[in-house]
């Protein structure tokens, strides 16, 4: 059974930065869609990024473009999201996922999922 790992969560103040990592313990995975969500309190999970197998594509949310980049590297198996210039309004639980398909903005679509990480970000 393969679960995707979170790390990287935290308090930072606006303005500031963090980088989140995700790699699954198991087993690796290969030629798969990378992809992150949040869900903040009240508030249905939504798409926030996503990174094709090769790495060649990545997709965002319009609310974190220019803001977050979402590297992977498949020698270690391990996809990341970089998150800049932070905002209160991103304030949420983030969840790494990972997909055979290309479906990368809707989360039915994930075959795999980690339990979330916690990012706060205060004013």
């Known amino acids: 059974q393969v679960q995707l790992v979170e790390s990287g969560g935290g308090l930072v103040q606006a303005g500031g930065s963090l980088r989140l990592s995700c790699a699954p313990s198991?087993?690796?995975?290969?030629?798969?869609?990378w992809g992150w969500f949040r869900q903040a309190p009240g508030k249905e999970r939504e798409f926030v990024a996503a990174?094709?197998?090769?790495?060649?594509?990545?997709y965002y949310a319009e609310s974190v473009k220019g803001r977050f980049t979402i590297p992977r590297d498949n020698t270690k198996n391990t996809v990341y999201l970089q998150m800049n210039s932070l905002k209160p309004e991103d304030t949420a639980v983030y969840y790494c996922?990972?997909?055979?398909?290309?479906?990368?903005?809707?989360?039915?679509?994930?075959?795999?999922w980690g339990q979330g990480t916690q990012v706060t970000v205060s004013s």
């Open positions: 198991g087993r690796a995975l290969s030629r798969i869609t």
């Open positions: 996922a990972a997909q055979y398909g290309n479906n990368w903005s809707r989360a039915g679509e994930y075959d795999y």
């Open positions: 990174v094709t197998w090769s790495g060649g594509t990545s």
